[in-house]
């Protein structure tokens, strides 16, 4: 039975079997030009342009080993700054090339161009870049809006109400069925019967957690945020916006047309992209096709028993080959309360309910966009750039995984029950859901300075 890697962005328009990152231990250097740059596209029957890298939406893959380094001359031909993030990649000592906009450096300008310098450590498996700077993470790489993505953040932002919806998600770049002026042009991967693939899969959607499957295939889950985990053989999977699955799929049923299809995971109030996206699974040989191409049974969009069945059965791989560090000597406890809040507008003039301004928070503090990025304030000794008082807990206790009002103050006791925590074999990611009224703890060392941004999207 042979082995096929295919690199497929599922990139819901936010899908996007994407640029991943694929990680393979010899240290080989690479280089690689990325011209961002505005580019016309038709889907959903209209047509627009957007930014994006190369021309290409999903943009290019880079392709390295495990200890490699690659050069990425970023060259800037929008009309507003733009920055890369290589996420999940450590970057050892070497945050100046981590890309987040006005943490670890000012925007590209216009017009201009600057080389990152991406050092791999021991990441193995799929890992992404993207934009990451305001939203143009949404075409470099996500979702499809018709609309322009920079106007669309740029007025949520004025009014302080919610960001107008994506429009739909896609596989590869394509919205697929059942989205308008979309079958024809559905991406697809094909397979010849008896061979096993490798796919490679990133959640590249702006906000939504996703369910994926293929309609009459299981597959096997091997790696997750670019580390090995023990096998999941699943019929689905639940997906979290910046998480890499990878993925071995054997092509063992009747050869036919099946549905590869993503639909979201939302367990939350605030509105959301109800629409689905789909590919299709296209066998080699001669057969006739069906009248009815089958499609995948996924989970209820508000199935919250399906999503952490999945979730649950993540695990590190924890062998001799691929060991687990599991920090057990705890110096530092922080708690953060993850929230939206609504900051009070005079006269309810604001875009957000009750005419209030929406504003996501940690621990009750929003983040202010500086003039100048973090890391150079920091390392210039610069102030009035930043604080550093963030706080360790929230500023008052409430029920902090229940109905969450204003009129109830809470004695603060939490712990969160640390006699179920996983010490043995607990996943290595660089990016994790946190249920709406749930909670989820993490423990890292503290070993590489300059390279922790702690961000949130709800």
Avoid at 230 to 243: H, N
Avoid at 331 to 338: G, K, L, P, R, S
Avoid at 398 to 405: I, K, P, Q
Avoid at 414 to 419: D, E, G, I, T
Wanted: net charge negative; glycine share 6%.
């Amino acid at each position: 039975m042979g082995l096929k890697n295919m690199s497929l962005i599922l990139g819901f328009l936010g899908f996007v079997f994407l640029q991943g990152l694929l990680v393979c231990t010899a240290y080989n250097v690479h280089n690689y030009s990325f011209i961002v740059k505005n580019t016309f596209f038709e889907r959903l029957c209209s047509n627009k342009t957007m930014l994006t890298v190369n021309g290409g939406f999903p943009g290019p893959t880079i392709h390295v080993r495990k200890g490699d380094r690659a050069y990425v001359n970023v060259h800037n031909e929008a009309s507003y700054g733009v920055t890369i993030h290589w996420h999940g990649v450590k970057q050892p000592r070497n945050p100046w090339s981590d890309g987040p906009e006005n943490i670890t450096q000012c925007p590209i300008k216009p017009r201009k161009n600057f080389t990152y310098e991406v050092i791999f450590s021991d990441e193995e498996g799929t890992l992404w870049w993207h934009a990451h700077s305001d939203w143009t993470r949404a075409t470099v790489h996500g979702e499809w809006f018709k609309g322009d993505v920079k106007e669309i953040i740029d007025n949520a932002t004025a009014t302080g109400g919610d960001p107008t919806l994506s429009d739909a998600y896609t596989i590869n770049g394509q919205p697929g069925f059942p989205n308008n002026c979309s079958n024809d042009t559905s991406y697809k991967l094909t397979v010849e019967y008896g061979k096993t693939y490798l796919l490679r899969l990133v959640n590249a959607v702006m906000n939504e957690e996703m369910f994926f499957g293929i309609a009459k295939h299981n597959f096997t889950v091997v790696a997750h945020d670019g580390a090995y985990i023990k096998p999941v053989t699943t019929s689905y999977i639940m997906i979290t916006p910046g998480q890499t699955m990878d993925i071995l799929l054997t092509a063992n049923q009747s050869p036919s047309h099946y549905y590869i299809a993503a639909t979201p995971f939302f367990d939350s109030n605030a509105p959301f992209d109800s629409t689905n996206t789909s590919a299709i699974l296209q066998y080699t040989g001669n057969y006739t096709l069906p009248s009815s191409i089958p499609y995948p049974t996924l989970p209820n969009v508000t199935d919250q028993d399906a999503a952490d069945n999945f979730t649950t059965r993540i695990r590190s791989l924890a062998s001799a080959e691929h060991p687990i560090n599991v920090p057990k000597n705890i110096t530092t406890q922080i708690f953060i309360a993850v929230s939206v809040n609504q900051i009070l507008c005079a006269n309810a003039s604001c875009g957000g309910p009750n005419g209030n301004r929406l504003a996501a928070s940690l621990n009750n503090v929003s983040f202010v966009t500086p003039s100048i990025d973090i890391l150079q304030a920091y390392y210039r000794s610069l102030t009035g750039v930043f604080e550093s008082d963030f706080p360790n807990q929230p500023p008052y206790a409430f029920n902090f995984t229940g109905d969450v009002g204003n009129n109830t103050l809470w004695k603060f006791q939490c712990y969160l029950s640390p006699s179920t925590y996983n010490l043995n074999d607990p996943p290595e990611v660089n990016t994790f859901g946190v249920p709406k009224n749930g909670w989820a703890t993490i423990r890292f060392f503290a070993n590489n300075p300059g390279n922790l941004s702690l961000s949130h999207k709800i």
